[in-house]
């Protein structure tokens, strides 16, 4: 570090970068990919934008809209407040927690102005894992929503590193102090690879990891996927319902949107009747959010009101085939689905409007080169199942963890995802690396058996894992969410099997079903399916139970 520019007086996030050898390598051949040395991505995402889009609506709240000149004010304020007040230097670890919120928006732009890294993090979050999160990151400073402070100051209470902690929103500290500071700031002149957020991932495989990305990654994944997928354009107006600490939310509901000069909708409680709610009073025009909700809205009354859509985007988890044709049927637009993650910042597979298959995945997003390979790295052939390797403008960075070594090999992201691509470069999901199902030496995707059994009208919710057999070392098992209207059982255990028995191969079929009330999910809403490997195993034969 000693020969290259940075910003950060405080070096914490620098010193725990991964070493050479596992460092992605990046790709930055796209036009439009080539920032200056010295960047400050909040500067360039709201500051810049000031004389396009000033007055322009720009993030709208409860009581009516802030426009572009205003959230720059507030930004600022608050940049003050960390510096001045809070005693805020570059490299600094600022941790930021609330629902999605306009303050929270105001606050992450506050935090990389001021020189900060931000690390946002999930709200339901409880003392313990917030303790952690403070010791792993150094979190020194940060900003919590009143509401649910409690938490994060019992954790400090534990972690001494934490030294400044201001509340906002309702009862918050920090509106009254931002209010007497002036509403100009001059952001801090930080290295296009200073760090800018530690995003930590959501613990779906083990103890969380940190992941560093610096202020260019936060631009290119908006000149990438946003520019080249979405598309969007000013009169654009977003909301989802994945949380701003989840860099899917981050990405799609404050990044995006101001790129392109468009505004947001933060949602403070995501729900089916929320999300619709917003959709038809907000004019909505772009959505980001899981499968599930896709699914409930489908459920719901309310979604024949909706007319203001024009894109859908979906990942966090496979998108069924059946919820991407019902989706069509009533609505007439086609979900883009995608597949990102913490260790990319966001989606590098997908495909735009129109050229949308059903069932796949997509093709690589300018900017990215995607493979598939053996276990030795070797590039694998059109329609053979291998594990994802992509590269591109972002990429894996762990906080000293020595878990770099296995996401990152020879350059390339190996993202843990079994996949197969086809002739024409499309990208099918297979199942997680982890999750594929050898039973009696065949290879089953757990992913195609979840998608068959979806297409059943007593399925709600589903998920499959392999459970020990002595008979065949390992068998599918279905753990179901009963929909409305259907009675768990026997009976409907063996509809179910006979059901994906006669639509993909028999050697697929779930041979045990159990009903559960509710799948074991992260607060991002992806499904645990470690956690439904961990339940009582299958007797020999198969087991139905509810």
């Not at 995402?45 to 709208?60: S, Y």
């Not at 001059?186 to 990891?209: H, M, N, Q, R, Y």
């Amino acid at each position: 570090m000693a020969d290259r520019y940075t910003a950060h007086v405080d070096t914490f996030a620098w010193d725990g970068l991964p070493p050479a050898e596992t460092s992605p390598e990046l790709l930055f051949d796209l036009p439009g990919l080539r920032y200056p040395d010295r960047l400050n991505a909040a500067a360039a995402l709201l500051d810049e934008a000031l004389d396009r889009f000033g007055d322009r609506p720009c993030v709208h709240t409860e009581d009516g809209v802030w426009t572009y000149a205003e959230l720059a004010a507030r930004s600022n304020r608050i940049a003050r407040v960390l510096v001045e007040d809070m005693g805020l230097v570059a490299g600094n670890r600022v941790l930021l927690r609330g629902a999605n919120s306009p303050e929270l928006i105001a606050c992450w732009f506050a935090v990389l102005k001021a020189g900060g890294v931000a690390v946002t993090t999930m709200p339901l979050l409880r003392e313990g894992e917030l303790a952690e999160l403070v010791e792993r990151a150094r979190v020194s400073h940060a900003l919590t929503d009143a509401r649910i402070a409690g938490e994060l100051i019992a954790a400090r209470g534990r972690k001494p590193v934490l030294r400044e902690l201001l509340t906002f929103g309702p009862g918050g500290e920090l509106d009254g102090r931002a209010a007497g500071k002036a509403a100009d700031f001059a952001a801090v002149e930080t290295a296009a690879d200073d760090p800018a957020l530690i995003a930590f991932t959501s613990g779906t495989t083990g103890a969380p990891k940190g992941c560093i990305h610096f202020h260019r990654d936060v631009l290119a994944v908006c000149d990438t996927y946003a520019r080249h997928i979405v598309a969007p354009v000013p009169d654009d107006v977003f909301t989802g319902t994945p949380p701003i600490a989840f860099t899917f939310g981050l990405g799609g509901l404050v990044l995006f949107p101001l790129r392109f000069g468009a505004s947001t909708v933060p949602v403070e409680q995501p729900s089916a009747d929320a999300l619709l709610d917003a959709i038809r009073t907000r004019g909505i025009t772009t959505i980001f959010t899981a499968p599930t909700a896709y699914r409930a809205m489908l459920r719901h009354e309310g979604l024949a009101a909706v007319t203001s859509l024009r894109t859908c985007v979906a990942a966090g988890e496979p998108l069924p085939v059946a919820t991407s044709d019902a989706w069509f049927e009533r609505t007439g637009i086609r979900i883009l689905d995608g597949i990102g993650s913490t260790e990319m910042l966001h989606i590098f597979i997908s495909a735009p409007p129109g050229e949308v298959r059903p069932g796949a995945t997509g093709r690589p997003v300018p900017g990215y080169r995607a493979i598939v390979v053996d276990e030795d790295m070797r590039e694998l052939g059109p329609g053979v199942v291998g594990r994802l390797a992509v590269r591109g403008p972002t990429g894996c960075r762990y906080l000293d963890d020595a878990r770099q070594a296995d996401y990152v090999v020879d350059g390339w992201n190996l993202t843990g995802d079994a996949f197969r691509v086809d002739e024409d470069g499309y990208f099918w999901f297979q199942a997680r690396a982890d999750d594929m199902i050898i039973s009696a030496g065949y290879n089953i995707s757990g992913l195609e058996v979840e998608a068959t059994l979806l297409e059943h009208e007593a399925v709600a919710e589903c998920a499959v894992v392999a459970a020990p057999d002595e008979e065949r070392g390992h068998v599918v098992k279905a753990y179901v969410v009963v929909a409305p209207g259907h009675v768990a059982g026997e009976e409907l255990a063996a509809a179910l099997k006979d059901h994906v028995k006669a639509r993909i191969a028999p050697y697929k079929y779930p041979r045990a079903v159990a009903f559960i009330d509710e799948l074991p999910k992260t607060q991002t809403g992806k499904v645990q399916r470690f956690r439904l490997r961990e339940l009582q195993p299958p007797v020999a034969g198969g087991e139905t139970s509810t």
